[in-house]
């Protein structure tokens, strides 16, 4: 399997503008996870989804933030609008119920706003 | 709230040695705790997993234990290699309710290993 896939990898855009991002979970995960990690907050939880439903989104920082799961193989988490103090990389994992439920994450997408 | 703290935040140490890492909690209410290690600029890798009912994991070089009681885990590396600078974090899973699929991160802790 390629595991997680997300893209961009690297997006910089202006102050005000809209972003998505975008992930591929690992076929077969039916939990999937937006991780924001920045260096004076760590690795923060944002949302998650079990079988394309949010379970928990008490991560998400403001109304600018929302995520989507259309389908078992895609997601998005878009940010409208955007500000400085967005820039973070932006992980996305995924996880099976089962084999332990060890969680696998993608290489990140590395967003600079300004 | 589930809190969880890495020990040392750095640690550098010569070729060769065997050194330990630690994490702490405060809530033993956990499905299981993982331990990562994130290399500059990538993605996190997983390096071990232990369930809630397990004491420990091993992989190679590496040994996990966790003990709910005291609400700490250590990952011991063996024969430490430059090769295992990363920065390596710790993962809570809780246990019930809309905390299953929550994973807890401590801040890491960054290891460097000079030749």
């Known amino acids: 399997d390629a595991g997680v896939i997300q893209s961009p990898r690297h997006e910089v855009t202006e102050m005000g503008q809209e972003v998505t991002l975008r992930c591929k979970p690992i076929?077969?995960?039916?939990?999937l996870f937006w991780y924001r990690q920045t260096m004076m907050r760590g690795l923060e939880l944002l949302i998650y989804?079990?079988?394309?439903?949010?379970?928990?989104d008490s991560g998400m920082p403001e109304d600018r933030f929302s995520a989507k799961m259309p389908n078992a193989s895609f997601s998005t988490l878009k940010i409208q609008p955007s500000e400085p103090r967005d820039s973070a990389v932006y992980f996305c994992?995924?996880?099976?119920?089962?084999?332990?439920?060890?969680?696998?994450f993608g290489e990140g997408s590395w967003l600079t706003v300004v | 709230k589930q809190e969880v703290t890495q020990i040392p935040a750095a640690l550098s140490v010569p070729e060769g040695e065997n050194l330990v890492l630690n994490c702490s909690f405060t809530?033993?209410?956990?499905?299981?705790l993982q331990w990562f290690r994130q290399d500059p600029g990538k993605g996190l890798t997983s390096l071990l997993l232990?369930?809630?009912?397990?004491r420990e994991q091993t992989s190679g070089r590496l040994n996990a234990s966790l003990d709910k009681s005291s609400g700490r885990s250590t990952l011991y590396i063996a024969a430490s290699q430059p090769g295992d600078s990363a920065t390596y974090l710790c993962?809570?899973?809780?246990?019930?309710?809309?905390?299953?699929?929550?994973?807890?991160f401590g801040q890491g802790t960054i290891l460097t290993v000079h030749p």
């Open positions: 993962a809570l899973r809780g246990a019930g309710g809309t905390s299953y699929g929550k994973l807890t």
């Open positions: 809530d033993s209410a956990i499905y299981n």
């Open positions: 232990i369930q809630s009912s397990q």
């Open positions: 994992a995924s996880s099976p119920t089962t084999s332990g439920n060890t969680i696998y």
């Open positions: 989804f079990n079988n394309n439903v949010p379970i928990d």
């Open positions: 076929s077969g995960h039916d939990y």
